[in-house]
């Protein structure tokens, strides 16, 4: 009994010790790949990539909540402005389409074209 329980403290050991290395592995590729990016960030002349940079890591720190469908990340606050700005063309006469008018329509120009 006593070598199973030792045999058994050794696995948890090891596995623990695993763990802790593996950790350590990913905060140091972390670390290598933000001292990599930063290298890179010196070398680079255009303004509009760091434009692009600092808009990529901005939206990361801003909550994302949806997406335009151009692609356009979206935080909760710009969500809901163009949720009411919708709101607001359509109060103020915006043309509306059920999803079956759409479907029937994108049907159709596919079958005209």
Same mark, same amino acid.
């Given at each position: 009994?006593?070598?199973? $329980?030792?045999?058994?403290?050794? $696995?948890?050991?090891n ?12 905060d140091? !590729? ?16 255009? *303004? ?7 808009d $990529? ?22 969500? $809901?402005a163009?949720?009411?700005?919708? +709101?607001? !063309? ?5 043309t509306?389409?059920? +999803?079956? *008018? ?12």
């Amino acid at each position: 009994m006593r070598k199973w $329980i030792s045999f058994n403290r050794l $696995i948890v050991l090891n596995f623990a010790n695993f763990l802790f290395n593996f950790t350590k592995k990913a905060d140091m !590729d972390i670390q290598a790949t933000k001292i990599e990016l930063v290298k890179q960030l010196l070398n680079v002349e255009k *303004e509009s990539v760091l434009n692009k940079v600092k808009d $990529i890591l901005s939206t990361e720190s801003a909550n994302t909540v949806a997406y335009t469908t151009s692609g356009e990340p979206l935080t909760e606050e710009k969500y $809901i402005a163009h949720i009411k700005q919708i +709101s607001n !063309d359509i109060e103020n006469g915006a043309t509306i389409y059920s +999803s079956q *008018e759409v479907k029937n329509y994108v049907l159709n120009r596919e079958t005209q074209q």
